[in-house]
């Protein structure tokens, strides 16, 4: 709304401007091994993806922030949990983790170079008993 200085440089008002959350998320400052793709570093840190925390945020932050925050995440998790719940995954025969190309690409969302590709097997086996209901 108003020109301000931020670290040395001068921004004039009314200037629009991008946040990098790509090179924010792989910032070795913030970030230990930030190269590397390893979920497990959030189990025991208080990064809140929310946007409460500059560190992450993939839902932007501050009143920018995405409205339908909780929809998302509680879509995700739902439909997660689903996938997990109902199926075994594995690679298929012959691949093994050490195989797996997890390079991204950069765009305006994030997705693997490769596709993943697995095999999803029924946890829990088909009932056909009630094929043809009777109304």
């Given at each position: ?96 983790a050490?195989?797996l ?25 088909l ?9």
């Amino acid at each position: 709304m108003e020109e301000v200085n931020i670290d040395g440089y001068n921004i004039p008002a009314k200037t629009r401007f991008f946040v990098n959350a790509w090179a924010i998320g792989r910032d070795p400052e913030s970030w230990e091994n930030p190269y590397v793709f390893e979920p497990e570093r959030f189990i025991c840190r208080t990064v809140d993806f929310k946007g409460q925390h500059f560190e992450l945020i993939p839902f932007g932050a501050g009143r920018r922030s995405c409205p339908a925050i909780t929809f998302g995440t509680a879509s995700v998790e739902l439909a997660l949990a689903q996938l997990l719940h109902s199926f075994d995954w594995e690679l298929p025969p012959g691949i093994t983790a050490k195989d797996l190309d997890m390079t991204e690409v950069f765009g305006i969302a994030m997705h693997r170079i490769a596709d993943l590709i697995v095999i999803a097997k029924p946890r829990f086996p088909l009932d056909h008993t009630n094929d043809n209901p009777k109304i």
